[in-house]
């Protein structure tokens, strides 16, 4: 069964900076795209970020744009979202899902557990 592992969340300070990974033992990442989605309490998942996997074209949520950043080290099987001026409200559990498009949540087959990051003073 294939399973996405998330690793990097924490607690942050408003302003402060995270950076999470996301790697699939067992799985070669390569042929995927890969997308960070996040749940905060009491609302629906979001799509944060998404990379493709032909060439490496990226989107993000606008509430994130210009503060994360969604990179992929096929060598590594490793994809990683750094998240930067964090705010309060990017506190949430952080997922990663691989999918043969960055359609959203829908084109996603597989997923991680999840990361909490929580933003706070």
């Known amino acids: 069964q294939v399973q996405l592992v998330e690793s990097g969340g924490g607690l942050v300070q408003p302003g402060g900076s995270l950076g999470l990974s996301c790697t699939a033992p067992?799985?070669?990442?390569?042929?995927?795209?890969i997308g960070w989605f996040r749940q905060a309490p009491g609302k629906e998942r979001e799509e944060v970020s998404c990379i493709s996997s032909k060439d490496g074209s990226t989107d993000y949520a606008d509430s994130v744009k210009g503060r994360f950043t969604i990179s992929r080290d096929n060598a590594q099987n490793t994809v990683y979202l750094q998240m930067n001026s964090l705010k309060f409200e990017d506190t949430a559990v952080y997922y990663c899902?691989?999918?043969?498009?960055?359609?959203?949540?829908?084109?996603?087959?597989?997923w991680g557990k999840g990361t909490l990051v929580t933003v706070s003073s």
């Open positions: 899902a691989a999918g043969l498009l960055c359609g959203g949540t829908y084109d996603m087959n597989y």
């Open positions: 067992g799985f070669t990442l390569d042929y995927y795209a």
